[in-house]
């Protein structure tokens, strides 16, 4: 939409000229392509969401429906996933066009900043999932068509170097001579440059914590963290944009098109509904959570659910009639709480819950000062408020009551109760204090992600081994790898994606070929 009105009004240049054709243009400025290109991230990252429903856990098939192929299988080739690969690189070029007609220019520091972090953010999304991916030659238009690829921990310091850049640049900047970024042009932010630099920050600690344990990388993370600058901070709230999203065709929400209905109340999502494991985290089974359960599922806590690759239970293994199994309004025509809110709904960036557990995994991990047992609980407590919040983004829902009640449910399980890390039971199978703290973060960083960054807690399973799964095992709450899985690894899960069938029509020379999705490992997975 923003979009839309950016090229539009680059076109009012020189209308009366008869050899331009003004409803063609061929350039914007970079004030007109920033918030395009921030509309263009929500969808982005809904998409990223998406596609990692499946082998992140999240999502199973219907009864009733055949031709789940790689869906359930999970063989995934370069046929699959290409569109992740090439909204990355739709979306960073606009980031880089902002940021080559900026960086001469430091009273537009604000818009280079802003691109900076955005292109990073996009990049590491890119990276966690493919690993070595074209980057230093990358989006260079006509010069360079066939860029190398670089190395994914040589990417990742290069993000953190970017971040710093902008961090310091929104510093630096002279606040008397620097153009303001207007509230109207800012869909994520409204302009508030200290809200984008603890966005910058919070998006730095997710790199260095997935750097830090890697040998080659240690050092420069931990000179990183020792600079880290506390006092800017993480997150204070959920990430959003909203760009005016409405119950309009070509205007609806990313995700509420994706998990509720279209503008006419067709529903989506026909096929699937939750897996019995990712269920096992509210019903009871691991954890009691009514609290965010009433909100996220549909009929909680009756939700029908399944396994990956089952194919043979009864009829009633369906999403719920007229409706979907993540929306939980009255009916389309009445917006609801939970991640999938109504057509007007902000897209999730990166949520509160993210950066306060971030933070508590940096404070167990001793790279980061801090009281690790309130900042676990404030992550906690954002993920309800988020899921508390309606369309309009105000919250609905007395949350200091709502957590209590989490809290009395789950007293003495350490995933929920972090007094209960201290003290391991003879019957539980974490016994190392350290670890079942890690394994409690976690495990609520997933619960809080679910159907809202799904790639992400993915990422941080691969990455630490948590939630806790038993490998080998067809119980659906101890695994959620697929019945019919041909992976060879032992946990039956793929560890990234393949290349897109696109680079091997374009870019063979540089391509890596043979690319084994269930062995070659993203450099921070040492699982």
């Known amino acids: 939409m923003i979009g839309s009105l950016a090229l539009g009004a680059a076109s009012c240049k020189k209308t009366l ?80 066009y902002v940021i080559n007609n900026t960086s001469e220019d ?51 310091k290069d993000l953190v170097a970017q971040l710093n850049l902008a961090l310091a640049q929104i510093k630096n900047a002279d606040p008397t001579t620097t153009a303001s970024i207007l509230t109207t042009a800012d869909p994520m932010f409204a302009g508030d440059m200290q809200r984008w630099s603890r966005f910058a920050n919070t998006l730095k600690l997710r790199l260095l914590i997935k750097m830090a344990p890697v040998a080659s990388l240690s050092g420069f993370a931990t000179a990183e963290f020792a600079a880290f600058d506390n006092t800017i901070g993480v997150l204070q709230d959920d990430a959003l944009v909203n760009p005016g999203y409405a119950k309009q065709a070509g205007r609806l929400n990313p995700t509420y098109n994706q998990l509720a209905a279209d503008e006419n ?17 509210y019903d009871g089974t691991k954890l009691d959570d009514e609290g965010r359960g009433s909100v996220v599922f549909r ?22 009639n007229g409706s ?61 408020r988020y899921l508390y919040k309606d369309q309009s983004n105000t919250v609905s829902g007395d949350i200091p009551a709502l957590v209590g009640a989490y809290k009395v449910a789950n007293a003495g399980r350490y995933l929920a109760d972090w007094s209960a890390t201290a003290t391991p039971a003879d019957a539980d199978y974490n016994k190392d204090v350290l670890q079942r703290r890690i394994e409690a973060i976690i495990t609520q ?35 959620f790898a697929s019945l ?44």
């Open 445 to 479: 960083k997933y619960i809080a992600m679910n159907v809202i960054n799904c790639d992400e807690a993915f990422s941080e399973f691969r990455r630490t081994g948590y939630p806790r799964i038993v490998n080998g095992s067809s119980n659906p709450v101890l695994t």
């Open 324 to 384: 979907t199994a993540w929306y939980t309004g009255a009916d389309f025509n009445t917006p609801g709480l939970g991640a999938v809110k109504g057509p007007a709904q902000a897209q999730v960036i990166m949520l509160l819950a993210e950066a306060k557990l971030l933070q508590a995994e940096a404070i167990v991990r001793g790279y980061l000062p801090g009281d690790a047992a309130a900042t676990f609980d404030a992550g906690v407590t954002a993920s309800f």
């Open 299 to 320: 009929n909680f806590p009756q939700t029908a659910t399944n396994q990956l690759g089952q194919e043979n239970l009864a009829s009633t293994i369906i999403p719920p």
């Open 106 to 156: 430091p009273t537009l520091a604000y818009s280079n900043s802003i691109a900076r972090i955005m292109k990073s953010f996009v990049f590491s999304k890119l990276v966690d999932q493919y690993g070595d991916v074209p980057y230093s030659e990358a989006l260079k238009g006509s010069e360079i068509l066939t860029p190398k690829y670089d190395k994914a921990e040589d990417i990742y």
């Open 484 to 527: 019919q899985s041909t992976s060879s690894s032992p946990d039956k899960l793929i560890v990234r994606l393949p290349y897109p069938q696109v680079e091997y029509n374009l870019n063979q020379q540089n391509a890596p070929q043979n690319v084994n999705i269930f062995t070659q490992k993203i450099f921070w997975d040492l699982n």
């Open 17 to 96: 000229d008869i050899n331009d054709n003004p409803n063609s243009p061929t350039s914007a400025t970079p004030s007109l392509v920033l918030p395009s290109a921030l509309v263009g991230t929500g969808a982005l990252v809904n998409a990223y969401s998406s596609a990692l429903t499946y082998p992140g856990g999240f999502f199973a098939n219907v009864y009733g429906f055949g031709g789940y192929g790689a869906t359930v299988t999970i063989n995934y080739s370069a046929a699959n996933f290409g569109n992740l690969w090439n909204s990355v690189y739709d979306v960073a070029e606009d980031y880089q």
């Open 265 to 281: 109340n067709n529903r989506r999502v026909t096929s699937a509904i939750p897996t019995d494991w990712i269920y096992s985290f």
